[in-house]
């Protein structure tokens, strides 16, 4: 009787008793992130240059495709899209002529396509903790990458194609009929994302070495 009672117990606390079991199963999910821009300097004739990032919040969707490699181990590939803006404020000396020159606004979207890695401890109960890690592609569809035009007619330009890194931690929470899994985490560039403008002396692009995302992204995903 003792023994049945708990069994009865257990079955009532293991929601989804058998869903890692599956080699392959998929989901989607919706998030929210913010975009900054690791910027660091280089010698130039605008020694005193600071250049300052005002991010705003933008949004994440993407699909998710899970294959389990391990009890513990799973490769996932996460395509979606993000959107965000920034502005970004230059404080030159010598100053710029006027404040529109100062100021330039920059709208992305981005296919955001990672694959990561999911470490996972033993499930316990209806909960179950992980890490993330893994690499990802971005193509910026608002990229000018190709654009003769550059600060000196307004267009602040952008690389097309950018290769990140991704650090993140989360849980899965079995519920009835879905598993939920929020998470959160870090993107980082690991190239030069910026343009140059045509003039080398630029007062906008030449004192600017690194110029790269940093990034922080709350995903809430349901398979």
């Not at 606004?105 to 109960?125: A, C």
């Amino acid at each position: 009787m003792v023994l049945s009672a708990s069994s009865q117990k257990r079955r009532n606390v293991d929601n989804l008793p058998t869903f890692d079991d599956p080699k392959i199963h998929y989901g989607f999910y919706l998030g929210i992130n913010q975009n900054d821009f690791k910027v660091n300097y280089r010698p130039s004739n605008f020694p005193n240059t600071i250049v300052k990032i005002k991010p705003t919040l933008g949004f994440n969707v993407g699909l998710i495709a899970d294959f389990r490699v391990h009890k513990n181990v799973n490769l996932r590939f996460e395509p979606g899209l993000i959107s965000n803006s920034k502005t970004i404020y230059f404080n030159n000396s010598p100053p710029l002529n006027t404040e529109r020159d100062s100021i330039r606004e920059i709208g992305s979207t981005y296919l955001h396509l990672p694959l990561v890695f999911k470490f996972s401890s033993d499930r316990w109960n209806n909960v179950r903790p992980y890490v993330l890690a893994g690499v990802s592609y971005d193509h910026n569809f608002s990229s000018n990458q190709e654009n003769s035009d550059d600060n000196f007619s307004g267009e602040f330009r952008m690389k097309t194609s950018n290769f990140m890194y991704e650090l993140g931690v989360g849980v899965d929470i079995y519920l009835s009929f879905f598993k939920f899994s929020p998470s959160i985490r870090g993107v980082f560039a690991m190239n030069r994302e910026l343009i140059d403008d045509n003039n080398s002396n630029s007062p906008w692009t030449s004192p600017i070495n690194i110029f790269s995302t940093r990034g922080v992204f709350l995903n809430f995903s349901f398979e």
